[in-house]
């Protein structure tokens, strides 16, 4: 009768030193989870809208990341991966190049990668581009003369209206001047 007494109780304490273990236990990667690396801003912004797709995607992070297996998917709105080259980080930045044929719409920024407490951490962002990235398609010789017809009217204009400010100017001065002359006789006796 004693011997089950006694383990009976040891029984209750090995449940209460079990239930205990298991608060430690879960209450582990909870403080754990405050440690890990966050994204503080994306370029471009979550959501924002771009005039061109852009060149670089970037995340700076509120610590270094550790330089493996780092992957950022720059998907379009196909959900094709137009992300050129491996992920560079270099301090809190990671950037992933992007590639010039890019086309418009919305993309999802897909990245994953391991947080300095040795975490993987992942996450997304959205961002709208209107026009496709042609930094390196455009023709060399059409450029210049689109440039240049594009620059001479208002060349003219700003011309024109820099000789009327001048003249506007010599008008207002010889206005002065000539009141000046016409008052300094009386003010100065
Ligand atoms: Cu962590």
Redesign the pocket.
Request: zero cysteines; proline letters at 0%.
């Given at each position: 009768m004693k011997t089950t007494h006694r383990s009976a109780s040891r029984g209750r304490l090995a449940q209460c030193l079990l239930i205990l273990a298991t608060t430690a236990f879960l209450m582990i990667p909870a403080a754990?989870?405050q440690?890990?690396d966050v994204p503080e801003t994306t370029d471009p912004a979550n959501g924002s809208a771009v005039r061109t797709v852009p060149t670089k995607i970037g995340l700076t992070f509120n610590h270094t990341p550790l330089a493996i297996g780092s992957v950022v998917r720059v998907e379009d709105a196909t959900g094709t991966d137009q992300a050129d080259g491996p992920v560079a980080i270099v301090d809190n930045h990671v950037t992933q190049a992007v590639k010039t044929s890019a086309p418009e719409g919305k993309y999802t920024v897909v990245w994953r990668v391991v947080?300095s407490?040795?975490?993987p951490i992942e996450g997304t962002f959205t961002f709208t581009a209107s026009a496709t990235n042609t930094a390196g398609t455009a023709t060399p010789s059409a450029s210049p003369a689109a440039a240049a017809t594009g620059t001479g009217l208002p060349t003219e204009l700003i011309t024109a209206a820099g000789a009327v400010l001048v003249l506007v100017i010599v008008f207002v001065m010889r206005a002065i001047f000539v009141k000046r002359r016409l008052r300094s006789p009386e003010s100065d006796r």
């Open positions: 754990a989870a440690a890990h947080s407490d040795g975490h």
